[in-house]
């Protein structure tokens, strides 16, 4: 198998199972007891917040771990609006957020908040401008994500600071750093952030494992998202979970410094690669490094992707969440419509080689010479 869908998860490094593993065999105490078990289980718990804080450029205190990215953005989101509510009702977001912000702002319009959906390009990038432009003096919340996991687009997420301090706005600024975590080199505080949510499962570590980063200064107003028991300082209730925090961590220890770059070098090649394919078409060759969409718009993306698995090539056609349905992401892009139909996300891992690339090409070359998805 060729695995070339690391957007939608990443394979889990041997760190992060021996991690996991050892946790689970020598230090499964629950890090709430005050004897030796416990005591060893809450030194793991900090250690790996220590570790994954630091990869991500803020103090331990600051940093609170949840069962994933999508509950990280659902906490953060409800907690900027719980905040800001009594100055105002309005909020910006894009069109090519993930569900697990555009859900949330469904359910917000349902309350009576009003919410700006800024548009990408056809590439997919948005807008510094339209950030500032969107942002009003009765802004409550700006909520962004760093990279987009469909097209692979930055967005100029420090623009929402700029526009808030500019404006004096009582907005706080969420960003969904799922797609961006050890991919691009940032800081809360380089992206004028309050919230940043990041997940295991995207770096080589597990899935059910997340982070919220939470800025100082917030802390003693932010409310939990759930009530329960203490842990994390009270702001996150329920057992952590002591075996996926420390493969996280070891995950994100494990995670070297050139793979952005080694990552990238061999997107670029697919970039140039497939784009010399009659019958696929280039729709971004995405700013982060490891996420690239094409185009069949002769076929459906989802009949692509099941012919190339077969051929054993792993990819997809868009989010692995929208399974089945259009992509609101490539909906969203003044793409023809038959582009968007055809649209096919490769994304990349530190495991991806130029080789992989050969065999995708060789596929899609069969694929548009014969017009057929019959192999
Ligand atoms: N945000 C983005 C940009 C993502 O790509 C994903 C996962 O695909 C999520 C949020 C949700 O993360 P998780 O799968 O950890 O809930």
């Not at 220590?50 to 509950?71: D, K, M």
């Not at 069969?366 to 017009?371: D, R, Y």
């Amino acid at each position: 198998m060729i695995y070339l869908d690391n957007a939608a998860t990443t394979p889990v490094c041997r760190p992060a199972m021996d991690a996991a593993l050892r946790v689970m065999s020598q230090g499964w105490g629950n890090p709430s007891s005050g004897y030796p078990y416990g005591k060893a289980a809450a030194r793991e718990r900090e250690e790996g917040r220590a570790v994954i804080a630091a990869a991500l450029g803020c103090e331990p205190e600051e940093l609170f771990f949840t069962s994933c990215g999508t509950e990280g953005d659902n906490w953060a989101i409800m907690a900027a609006v719980e905040l800001g509510k009594k100055h105002g009702r309005h909020i910006v977001t894009s069109a090519i957020e993930h569900s697990a912000v555009l859900e949330c702002m469904k359910l917000l319009q349902s309350q009576g908040f009003e919410v700006t959906y800024l548009k990408p390009d056809r590439e997919g990038n948005i807008d510094a401008q339209a950030i500032r432009d969107a942002v009003r003096d009765d802004t409550i919340l700006v909520s962004l994500m760093l990279v987009n996991n469909e097209v692979g687009s930055i967005l100029p997420v420090s623009a929402a600071k700029e526009a808030i301090l500019e404006r004096k706005a009582p907005a706080l600024v969420h960003v969904d750093a799922v797609q961006g975590f050890l991919k691009l080199p940032f800081t809360p505080q380089s992206l004028g952030a309050d919230f940043v949510a990041i997940s295991g499962h995207k770096v080589e570590g597990p899935k059910g494992i997340g982070a919220l980063y939470i800025r100082r200064a917030l802390l003693p107003k932010v409310k939990p998202l759930m009530v329960g028991g203490g842990q994390e300082s009270g702001l996150r209730p329920g057992t952590e979970a002591t075996h996926q925090i420390a493969a996280f961590a070891a995950a994100v220890k494990a995670w070297e410094p050139g793979f952005a770059e080694k990552i990238r070098q061999v997107k670029d090649y697919a970039a140039d690669t497939l784009s010399a394919i009659d019958g696929v078409e280039l729709i971004s060759r995405g700013s982060a490094p490891h996420i690239l969409a094409i185009s069949l718009p002769a076929f459906s993306g989802q009949s692509v992707v099941e012919a190339l698995g077969s051929q054993g090539v792993c990819v997809s056609s868009g989010s692995a969440c929208h399974r089945g349905k259009p992509s609101h992401v490539f909906q969203a892009m003044p793409l023809p419509q038959k582009v968007k139909y055809g649209a096919v996300r490769v994304s990349f891992g530190p495991q991806s080689t130029k080789e992989d690339v050969d065999e995708l090409s060789r596929l899609l070359r069969h694929i548009c010479e014969k017009k057929s998805l019959l192999f």
